[in-house]
């Protein structure tokens, strides 16, 4: 009788559960998931967490997810959670052979059938998130190196993993038919509206974006939107009109600066725009192009933007750096600014890397154009040198720019003075704050200060110095005040927005009141 009774209870029990497992509160999905991880029945919990997982609609957050329970649930039974470490421990190097050996897994336990063939999209996802638990501790012999399989640690790593695959594998689900019709011919819609305007103009960046990417909330859904997005502008850069190919181009770096997706296509297309590029003469400029030829420079530039945002976000295996180092070179303006943005992540390590530091500092220092020099400089600032020497000189090179007549120069000159702990920096940048004009990177350099390098603000009557310039700044309506107009052909252009700029500065007041 009290066996029928346990089991009567377990299985109403179960039946709460999994209506909670399916219920749209996050909150509640949680908790259930929690509750499901530590169940009588581990086969029953895998099973529905395992289904859990691949329906939950919010899959970065991983306190607000039920993929903490199911994480739980794969470390709770030992076989299962050998398998699962052996799967990543193997497969660290192969995300094709990660994704069939995980959904097996998944399978076997109750989920979607197992995945067989694995879509690039997917392939070049799962290979960043691999790479990032290498840098975390996995190797080839799994967690062993990081303490006993119920030492904290080792299952915060093991959890980590599992929180990782899944979200890959979620962000991975293609959209249904109609939604995706839906979001290409909302692209299509987008990209007509900007066709009008010319090439490279205020009125057709506002148009095309970039899409922002939202780090606090991100839905299932955006990576396969990107994905469709792309697909439009990949089909304009396939057209035989050069105008088409002109927009397409121009809006494949907007939508690769958030996803990297569609890499294999993208990268074929790049290598073609290349090709009929050069058989043009580089004369051109997208104000003073004839509107039957393509306008060369331009599509360099943009071409060189695609490589910069997919390599930022997924390394390229042989990225091209030739490509980049003439473009510094390049007699176009446009070219040589996107040649220099785009060097700080590609030329860093490589053998390059002291010819591209080289290159930037020419450029800093004596190109006519000032949006080349400002693309130098933050270049300089922001690059992770591999060797000190040539750290060393980006930082003098910069240092040498305290005085420059262009406010963003000096504010990447202060910037990077913060960023590398000089003795100088919070003077310099408590005077830079007195100026008429504060531009938003000096205020961002102040929010990028390392904190691990034993390197903090020298005095209590600093701090408070630094407080009350930030709060005047904030009481002056900074945020919405204009750049002001430069002798120099070439506008002042803030990076950030005025809402981006309005929450900077309390952002920034808060975190020097709680030094």
């Known amino acids: 009788m009290f066996e029928k009774r346990r089991a009567r209870k377990q299985s109403e029990l179960h039946e709460e559960l999994a209506a909670a497992l399916r219920d749209p509160d996050a909150g509640v999905r949680r908790k259930a998931a929690d509750t499901a991880a530590v169940s009588a029945d ?9 289904q859990a997982v691949e329906r939950e609609p919010w899959a970065e957050e991983f306190s607000e997810t039920v993929v903490d329970g199911f994480a739980a649930a794969l470390r709770r039974e030992r076989p299962v959670r050998e398998r699962t470490e052996r799967i990543f421990a193997g497969h660290l190097d192969d995300p094709e052979g990660f994704v069939r050996a995980w959904t097996e897994l998944t399978a076997e336990l109750g989920g979607a059938p197992a995945v067989r ?31 006993r399989p119920d030492h904290f640690v080792s299952e915060l790593a093991f959890d980590l993993a599992i929180l990782l695959a899944c979200v890959v594998m979620r962000r991975n689900t293609p959209l249904p038919a109609e939604e ?29 974006g970039p899409f922002p ?5 991100v839905s299932w859904t955006d990576r396969a939107r990107a994905g469709a997005r792309v697909d439009e502008a990949l089909s304009l850069c396939a057209s035989e009109d050069p105008d088409l190919v002109t927009l397409g181009t121009e ?37 003073d192009s004839d509107p039957s030829t393509l306008p060369a420079p331009f599509i360099l530039s943009r071409t060189l933007d695609c490589y910069s945002n997919l390599h930022t ?44 530091v080289e290159g930037l500092i020419g450029l800093l220092e004596h190109d006519p154009d000032v949006t080349v020099r400002r693309h130098a400089a933050s270049s300089l600032r922001w690059m992770e040198y591999s060797e000190e020497r040539h750290s060393r000189a980006g930082a003098e090179a910069l240092k040498r720019q305290a005085d420059a007549a262009d406010p963003e120069l000096r504010a990447h000159s202060v910037a990077d003075a913060l960023r590398r702990g000089a003795p100088d920096a919070y003077d310099r940048l408590l005077a830079a704050l007195e100026a008429p004009y504060v531009h938003s ?34 009481d002056a309506g900074w945020a919405h005040r204009q750049a002001p107009e430069p002798a120099a052909a070439r506008p002042n252009v803030e990076v950030l927005s005025i809402a981006d700029r309005a929450e900077l500065l309390p952002e920034l007041i808060e975190a020097l009141r709680d030094l």
């Open 313 to 356: 976000l997924l390394p390229l295996d042989t990225p091209p750096l030739d490509l980049f180092l003439d473009g510094l070179r390049h007699p176009d303006p446009g070219v040589r600014a996107s040649a220099a943005e785009g060097l700080h992540p590609i030329a860093v390590g490589t053998a390059a890397e002291g010819q591209a």
């Open 213 to 217: 990417r939202n780090t606090q909330l």
């Open 117 to 147: 063939e694995v879509p690039a999209d997917l392939r070049d996802d799962m290979r960043a998130r691999l790479a990032s638990l290498k840098e975390q501790g996995w190797t080839a012999e799994g967690l062993a190196g990081l303490g």
């Open 441 to 474: 990177e000096l205020l961002r350099g102040l929010l990028h200060v390392p904190t691990d390098t034993g390197f903090v603000l020298p005095s209590r009557p600093v701090r408070k110095a630094l407080i009350e310039r930030l709060e005047a700044l904030r």
């Open 180 to 208: 995706a019709e839906q979001v290409r011919a909302d692209e299509r819609a987008r990209l007509k509206k900007a066709l009008p305007h010319a090439p490279g103009s205020a009125e057709r960046a506002a148009i095309l």
């Open 42 to 50: 581990p086969r029953w919990a895998l099973r529905e967490l395992a």
């Open 251 to 287: 809006a494949l770096p907007k939508l690769l600066f958030a996803e990297a997706v569609r890499r294999d296509e993208v990268l074929n297309t790049l290598t073609r725009l290349l090709t009929r590029a050069a058989a043009i003469a580089p004369s051109h400029t997208p104000q």
